[in-house]
């Protein structure tokens, strides 16, 4: 087949593409620098191309407090980017199907994590804006096929780890700070000092499950919201102390800063529409997901664990 994919060189898109390329598809990879998906004609110059599929991966967002401080931009930036890319799918590319990501932080706290309460009640605050212009791109999928018959698939993801996260100096998702926090606590004697109080929940899924996940329910299931989790939540206190174990840090020293944003205190996806799809789900066992990761990070030591 042949794919476009937006936001191609991202965590998850670097890994997708990889998946994509060894089954033997034809990519056009989209990414900040080849392709300004605000600007209304950026697409354009990619006419020539008939696709089969398109993953739409592209969002202007960052881990850790970054909603809390850009929220109009990230409306106007999401918004554009959003709108473009459905705008250009039912004009220029309507016969491909359109897989797009959703966030697990577009469900109202107080309700049920299941796919039927997507769109229904308010989301957190802090995540306000990014969690209204996913279900805007969700409200787009399900319009164009209303009226135009457009196929797609939105994919709601908890939070994703594993090997080959950015090293660019952004926020990083809780995962990978706090193993950034405790290595460098175990290397050079810093403080280890989290956010919250640590009894904030939190569900994991090994991004190569996910890219697996996500590459079967595109060839097999249209026109779908679907989340794709763990189906269980840990506190980040048990995320803390299974790192501790595997790089032998004192789990005692790590300080608790409960004056710091924390986000929600339990974010877990309901999976009964996965399994539905997927009955054999197997997902890559904690520890073993935590150790690959940690792998990484030490390769990464340079760029990720510097000696200040």
Known sequence: MKILITGATGFLGTILCTQ???????????????????QQDSLLKFN???YDQMYHLAAWTQAGDFCLYHPG???????????????????????AKLISMGTSCAYAPDLELVEENYLTGMPIDSLFTYAMTKRMLYAGQLALHKQYGL???????????????????????????????????????ETVTLWGNGYQSRELVFVTDFVKIMLQLAATVDNELINIGAGEEFTIRHFAKLICEQVDYDFNLIQFDTGRYVGAKSKCLA??????????LTLTPLEVGLSKTIEWFETQKDKLLPNK
Request: positive net charge; aromatic residues 12%.
């Open 271 to 280: 999976i009964n529409k996965l399994k539905q799809y997927i009955p054999d």
């Open 48 to 50: 020539h191309e008939t």
């Open 151 to 189: 196929k797609y698939l939105c994919l709601v993801p908890s939070t994703l780890y594993g090997p080959g996260y950015h090293t660019d100096g952004r926020q990083m998702h809780f995962i990978f700070d706090l193993i950034r926090k405790i290595i460098r606590g175990k290397l050079y004697g």
């Open 73 to 95: 931009e990230q409306w106007i930036i999401n918004q554009q980017i959003n709108t473009n890319i459905l705008a250009w799918w039912q004009a220029y590319q309507p016969q």
């Open 20 to 38: 994509l390329e060894a089954q033997g598809h034809e990519l056009v990879r989209l990414n900040s620098q080849n392709c300004d998906l605000t």
